[in-house]
């Protein structure tokens, strides 16, 4: 392998060293979220979910950021808001301080759980939520 990498050219970076990455910051902070579900639900619930960030909106002083998590069913949805909210309070608190880190700035972070069903045999659907 690495008498080949010797001889292939280095060609010019495809974006600027001070950039991680060509996409958005959205689709990270959609990550973050999706991570948290992972992280905090069991087998099944996060294969079922998918987020959409609404509104990434850089004020003076902090970044406001809406978001959906989507899940297919109505029984989902109470998983992931918990008994009075706990669940979604502690993955919102999770992925702020995540996101917190990774933009360098403070955030007021919205989270909505909806239920879309069959999001997951929907081209337009999937094209959405960025799959």
Sequence with gaps: MEPILALLPEGEPFY??????????????SEMIREKVYELF???????TAVMVREYKEKQTLVKIVADIIVQRETQKVIIIGEKGSMIRKLGTAAR?????????KVFLELFV?????????????????Y
């Design 16 to 29: 600027p060293d001070d950039e991680i990455s060509d996409l958005p910051t959205k689709f990270f902070v």
């Design 42 to 48: 069991g087998d099944e619930i996060p294969y079922h």
């Design 97 to 105: 301080a995540d996101i917190e880190a990774f933009i360098q700035q």
């Design 114 to 130: 909806k239920v879309k069903p069959k999001w997951r045999e929907n081209e337009l659907h999937l094209r959405e939520y960025g």
